[in-house]
């Protein structure tokens, strides 16, 4: 299938028919090529792209503008940098929610990822934090999805600089049609479908629930490693505190304690400074648990929030597309008895003209929701093998796991080194003072 298909360009020579009663308007001249999906010849509905491939579509950045009206915030502006467009541009929640709105109207067969939730009556700071990141994940999913990144509503996003981009968005979409309606392929999805896509969709649907429980109890896994580092190092920072404020004490040392008086102060001066060391080791504990939370979790809410955008696709079209069939279905069965009863009480001939009309408008109906059924199949099949493409993420993130627990213990290793010789101070004066073991003693201190 062709992105030009997506957009509703039939092929030229062809005539003009269902699927092409509404075009998306044309900005700029378009190469065919440019936009052909990686499709393997002779059949469109299935994908050749590699997870490297949509990774390397673009790089969004989204990051906070620091606000310098009035005394409290008012409002939230992101700076949004395309790597692809080579453009930043301003953008507020609001244009996000807009943007969102109009991807589903045009795209509703497709995973939609979706928004974090709006802002609530006293939000902090942590909250916008967490939203920014939810924000770059939605729009670096949407800018990797081989539909989506073709289509002008994502160039016009990332790269529209005017005051009134909700609009803009609105009217691109205005009269256009959704995917069904611009895809020259859509009557004819069923002829690509599987006999069996009824049962592959619900064992598809069976597993990526299955991988979608999973990988929610590894990214709250992974937010508690990492809420542990952050943890350690407050709790080391403390700890080298204490030891500086033990041997900044001014208390008098009791005259009977005179004999030590020496040794004492010695030690107090060597504690001190061991509050150096410490605060160096939480700001490596600092570090890893900020890499953890960059690398590993939120690669993993990334993967989450493609996962949930899959069901979320299943329960639309289950609550969608079947459903309003099934009702088209028994508005048909009733319209025929109907006619059957009409028939048989000898109406008016235009009574029944009229009914015999009515049944064929619904009879075409139903076959134009028939094969927006089949359609929505169609997509459904791509988008579990968009999941699929996806899946070799894993190995990215427990990659990103691992280095960072490997370079975190390397250097708070390479700091607890340097510490231990500094403890040898702490074992001056009598001389009958055991000096610092270098090693555990072997067996348990509470050994019989």
């Known amino acids: 299938m062709t992105a030009a298909a997506m957009d509703g360009e039939p092929p030229a020579g062809t005539a003009g028919t269902a ?69 930043s541009v301003y953008r507020r929640y609001n244009d996000f929610v807009v943007f969102h709105e109009m991807l589903l109207q045009k795209f509703p ?53 005017g005051s009134d981009v909700q609009n803009k968005l609105r009217e691109l979409v205005q009269g256009v049609g959704d995917e069904f309606v611009t895809c020259r392929l859509s009557t004819q999805a069923k002829d690509y479908l599987p006999a069996d896509i009824q049962a592959q969709f619900a064992a598809s649907r069976e597993l990526i629930r299955n991988i979608y429980n999973s990988f929610y109890k590894l990214r709250d896994r992974a ?36 004999l030590n008086n020496n040794t004492w102060g010695t030690l107090k001066q060597a504690l001190k400074g061991l509050s150096v ?38 329960e639309r079209h289950e609550k969608g597309v079947l459903h309003k069939h099934q009702r088209a279905l028994h508005k048909y069965s009733m319209m025929k008895k109907q006619m059957m009863s009409a028939t048989v009480q000898n109406k008016e001939p235009e009574s029944v003209e009229q009914l015999e009309s009515r049944i064929v408008e619904q009879e075409n ?49 390479k700091v607890w080194n340097e510490l231990k010789p500094k403890l040898s101070c702490l074992f001056v004066g009598s001389s009958s003072m055991p000096t610092p073991p270098l090693s555990p003693p072997e067996g348990n201190f509470f050994s019989n």
Not at 386 to 395: A, E, G, R
């Open 277 to 314: 060391e410490f605060a160096l080791l939480a700001d490596k504990a600092v570090q890893q648990g900020k890499q953890e939370e960059n690398d590993v979790v939120e690669k993993l809410n990334l993967f989450l929030d493609l996962l949930q955008s899959y069901k979320d696709l299943c």
């Open 109 to 161: 067969y497709r995973m939609v990822p979706a928004l974090p939730p709006k802002r609530m009556l006293g939000a902090d700071r942590e909250f916008i934090e967490s939203r920014r990141r939810a924000l770059k994940r939605f729009i670096n999913l949407v800018a990797r999805h081989p539909p989506f990144s073709e289509d002008v509503l994502l160039k016009l996003f990332l790269s529209f600089s």
């Open 19 to 87: 699927a092409d009663l509404a075009k998306p308007p044309v900005n700029e001249p378009r190469e065919p090529e440019q936009f052909l999906m990686q499709t393997p010849q002779g059949n469109p509905l299935l994908l050749s792209h590699t997870l490297q491939e949509l990774l390397s579509k673009d790089s969004v950045q989204v990051e906070l503008i620091p606000e310098k009206k009035g005394l409290f915030l008012k409002h939230v502006e992101y700076e949004v940098s395309s790597k692809r467009f080579k453009c």
């Open 365 to 413: 109906a139903i076959i134009t929701m028939e094969l927006r059924n089949y359609f929505s199949l169609y997509c459904l099949h791509q988008e579990t093998q968009l999941i699929h493409i996806y899946l070799p993420l894993t190995s990215h993130i427990l990659g990103a796991f691992v280095n960072s627990q490997i370079q975190g213990h390397k250097e708070m290793s």
């Open 223 to 258: 937010e508690r490693i990492a809420s542990r580092a952050i943890d350690n190092a407050s709790d080391l920072l403390i700890f080298g505190k204490e030891l500086s404020a033990l041997g900044s004490d001014t208390t008098p040392l009791p005259s009977w304690a005179a």
